[in-house]
T-cell receptor, first 111, second 114 residues
């Protein structure tokens, strides 16, 4: 069984659109994350979330918002997409001490 | 504030040779340190992590890393490279707060020649 899954795997959309990426983990972990990897492979934390607290990287535009319907899911919603949002977005989870399992990534291309 | 520097964006070794990937960090608090591997078109996989216990940390796939506070380093090594080790490797440091907010280095692409 896949530990951390993301959908969709690929997402191609126009500037200005709103889109969501879904993430689910079946590990029972308390903490989930979203990371952005740019075209140069640079990884940046966007959000860290558990059932107690949301930690936001202050450099992330407020067009990005995490939504967690339950402990096993942390979806990423993006409003008014821009060209610079094109990247690979990774979801991850852990019980403690930093992200342990990463999802396969969602490749977002904004045209 | 924390930062991570990985020396060498590309490292090439022959199969069977020693693998050494360098990582230096900067942190204002005692750090947690991590190494991840990313195979093409896949997500990251945790190789090993240092959380203030033993300074020599053993990970998966025969990798290990040694925390050296005096050198602010956490280099990754493997005695004998295998073709399947070819991938991108990332070093990361946390703020010590349960390692939730990691700062990653720029990555090192390891190439293994037959």
């Amino acid at each position: 069984d896949t530990a951390v899954s993301q959908t969709p795997k690929y997402l191609v959309t126009q500037m200005g659109n709103d889109k969501s990426i879904k993430c689910e983990q079946n590990l029972g972990h308390d903490t989930m994350y979203w990371y952005k990897q740019d075209s140069k492979k640079f990884l940046k934390i966007m959000f860290s979330y558990n059932n107690k607290e949301l930690i936001i990287n202050e450099t992330v535009p407020n067009r990005f918002s995490p939504k967690s319907p339950d402990k096993a899911h942390l979806n990423l919603h993006i409003n008014s997409l821009e060209l610079g949002d094109s990247a690979v977005y990774f979801c991850a989870s852990s019980q403690e001490g930093g992200p342990r399992y990463f999802g396969p990534g969602t490749r977002l291309l904004v045209l | 504030a924390q930062s991570v520097t990985q020396l060498g964006s590309h490292v090439s070794v022959s199969e069977g040779a020693l693998v050494l990937l360098r990582c230096n960090y900067s942190s204002s608090v005692p750090p947690y340190l991590f190494w991840y591997v990313q195979y093409p078109n896949q997500g990251l996989q945790l190789l090993l992590k240092y959380t203030s216990a033993a300074t020599l940390v053993k990970g998966i796939n025969g990798f290990e890393a040694e925390f050296k506070k005096s050198e602010t380093s956490f280099h990754l090594t493997k005695p004998s490279a295998h073709m399947s080790d070819a991938a991108e490797y990332f070093c990361a440091v946390s703020d010590g707060n349960a390692g939730n907010m990691l700062t990653f280095g720029g990555g090192t692409r390891l190439m293994v020649k037959p």
